[in-house]
């Protein structure tokens, strides 16, 4: 079984927000729709599955725990990261942009893996026993006010013809209130350094080095393109375009190799079972073979949503006979895997937008048609 939450929280499930290859081991066998049960074959991590709570901000606690699996496969060692760190400065960014472009730009909760590494690069990353985005011994988080006084600035900030040079120290402020104050340094034993040096020096974190493939007709494939959804903010456009059979045989062999995968998709299915710890598609969707039409068609209908963010860590074998990944989620320890999902191999196929991994991670012959543009 999986280990204690470092952090018990109430369950809360926006979906307008999304190592080291250990021994394989059969999960205890656990009872699910349709009496499912599942043999895990490997599984790259087994940190317990944080909540969190009333926020928007399942990009940050994804793509943070697939910091903390990059840092285990690089360093064999396990830290506990900040997710609220980024989120804060995050905040702080989607601010400057809105106010500078006068309104004509997104400031919501939502983000995407690439908010992270944006982070990193200009502010390091903060182990969560110095800033857990908690203050005054909080036990949940809950963004709903600390979002609604952030977007009731910037709205009046950008409306305003010359905003005075104090903007800045007024959104900090509100952040310092309602998350806390960032320390300037990280303790690191009787030694300190700043939140940069601990990315490079202890974490060995290579920022650069990560990468996002997304799959989608009308941005061309083989070439580089942007994700044109709400929570690409920054526009962000260096997504690797690829077709589908290129995706999914890119997450199977960063899988075999020992590489985790931060999982963009589509969490607003009928079959979605939190609570059960599964999700997989219809019988007949199940069935289907998954195509490049089809998954522009559903995206531009609208049946495929921009929803949640997620990592997969591993993959199992159902009694069926289907293979599905384990997924580390970010709603609480619930249900029979502690937090953790099953997804299905086909959920994956047809309903991912986008995903982040180390570029070794990705297949050669992808790799090739990509790096040096």
Request: contains cysteine; aromatic residues 10%.
């Amino acid at each position: 079984m999986f280990p204690a939450m470092r952090l018990i929280q109430n369950l809360s499930t926006p979906l307008a927000l999304a190592a080291v290859l250990v021994v394989s081991a059969p999960l205890a066998a656990q009872e699910t729709e349709g009496e499912l049960t599942f043999d895990i074959e490997f599984r790259l991590d087994e940190a317990p599955a944080l909540s969190q709570g009333r926020t928007g901000t399942c990009w940050s606690f994804a793509t943070t725990s697939f910091f903390e699996t990059e840092i285990l496969r690089l360093t064999g060692e396990r830290v506990d990261l900040s997710e609220l760190y980024a989120v804060r400065y995050a905040y702080l960014e989607k601010a400057k942009r809105y106010i500078e472009a006068k309104g004509d730009a997104r400031f919501s909760e939502g983000g995407l893996s690439h908010d992270l590494i944006l982070v990193a690069r200009q502010h390091g990353v903060m182990p969560a026993s110095q800033f857990d985005g908690l203050p005054d011994d909080q036990q949940v988080h809950n963004h709903g006010e600390l979002s609604a006084v952030l977007t009731s600035m910037v709205k009046t900030l950008s409306s305003a013809r010359k905003p005075s040079p104090y903007w800045p120290r007024a959104i900090e402020g509100v952040l310092d209130a309602y998350l806390g104050e960032v320390p300037s340094q990280v303790a690191v034993g009787d030694e300190a350094m700043s939140p940069s040096q601990y990315a490079r020096q202890v974490c060995q974190l290579p920022v650069d080095e990560y990468v996002e493939l997304m799959s989608y007709q009308k941005q061309g494939f083989d070439q580089k393109a942007e994700l044109p959804v709400p929570d690409n903010w920054m526009h962000y456009d260096g997504y690797w375009n690829v077709n589908v059979e290129d995706m999914m045989s890119t997450i199977e062999h960063a899988l075999d190799n020992g590489y985790s995968i931060a999982l963009d998709c589509d969490v607003s299915e009928p079959r979605v079972d939190a609570r059960g710890g599964v999700f997989q598609l219809t019988e007949d969707e199940e069935a289907a073979e998954v195509t490049d039409e089809m998954r522009q068609e559903e995206f531009d209908s609208e049946d495929t949503t921009d929803d949640h963010l997620m990592v997969i860590v591993g993959k199992a074998r159902a009694s069926d006979g289907r293979t599905f990944y384990v997924v580390k989620n970010s709603w609480g320890p619930i249900g029979p895997f502690e937090g953790y999902v099953m997804i299905s191999q086909q959920f994956v196929a047809r309903k991912t937008l986008g995903i982040m991994l180390h570029q070794d991670g990705v297949p050669a012959t992808i790799r090739s048609t990509f790096e040096g543009n």
